[in-house]
């Protein structure tokens, strides 16, 4: 069975600073993988993906991903942090293959708090 | 591109009525959407797969006497909610794959309806 594993409800960080949102996944077969995020009373937001090539994914905002196969991991990181990246972020995975039928599975979603 | 609309963006009902959500993909056809149900600080749940002239698809423990999906072309599903109940209050969203694009993989999110059943 596929399934994504957030294991943060919250991570705090200092605007300015790194931050990492971690995310690891169970998937028959090669993964697609998506960051999305979500503000208060909104839709998801598309960050990035990993479908194939570069382990190293840039998106949107200067969010930047690394898919780890051995790890079966696919963390999100920033390299400075900024109060407006507060929200909450959700991994998603979705199994290639014949007969899939594109549904995504989400993690559990974390909560991004960047203070001032 | 690849935008999706949801209306109402909310809706407040007594209980026992039923009300409709409609699902938009604004500037290309969707063959599939998705409903989803999420509670306040949850992940996202997936009610059902929406199949444009076909049944919908269903997750398990989903009543499809209770959510009734309607994909009746290209651009529009539609998910009623019917006899609602105080329970069925959430932020319910839907998402829809834009398969003819190099983007196929992805889907695309409406802002979300939020519903309270008085």
């Known amino acids: 069975a596929q399934s994504v594993a957030q294991p943060e409800d919250q991570v705090n960080v200092a605007e300015g600073n790194p931050l990492t949102v971690k995310c690891t996944y169970s998937v028959s077969g090669n993964p697609y993988l998506f960051w999305y995020v979500q503000y208060p009373n909104r839709g998801l937001q598309f960050l990035l993906k990993y479908i194939t090539g570069d382990n190293l994914v840039k998106g949107s905002y200067g969010f930047e991903a690394e898919f780890n196969k051995s790890q079966t991991s696919f963390h999100l990181k920033k390299p400075s942090a900024l109060v407006s990246d507060s929200a909450l972020y959700f991994c998603?995975?979705?199994?290639?293959?014949?007969?899939?039928?594109?549904?995504?599975?989400f993690g559990q979603g974390t909560t991004l708090q960047v203070k001032p | 591109g690849a935008v999706v609309s949801q209306h109402p963006s909310w809706v407040i009902c007594k209980s026992g009525t039923s009300v409709k959500i409609e699902c938009r993909s604004l500037d290309f056809q969707a063959t599939t959407m998705f409903w989803y149900r999420q509670f306040p600080k949850q992940s996202l749940m997936l009610m059902a797969t929406?199949?444009?002239?076909?049944?919908?698809?269903?997750e398990q423990g989903v009543e499809k006497d209770k959510f009734l999906i309607n994909h009746a072309s290209l651009t529009l599903s539609t998910l009623t909610v019917t006899s609602a109940h105080p329970e069925d209050s959430s932020f319910y969203i839907c998402?829809?794959?834009?398969?003819?694009?190099?983007?196929?993989?992805?889907?695309?999110f409406g802002p979300g309806t939020r519903l309270t059943v008085l």
């Open positions: 998603a995975v979705r199994g290639q293959g014949s007969g899939n039928t594109g549904k995504l599975i």
């Open positions: 929406s199949n444009e002239g076909s049944k919908a698809t269903y």
């Open positions: 998402s829809a794959r834009d398969e003819l694009a190099d983007s196929y993989n992805e889907q695309f």
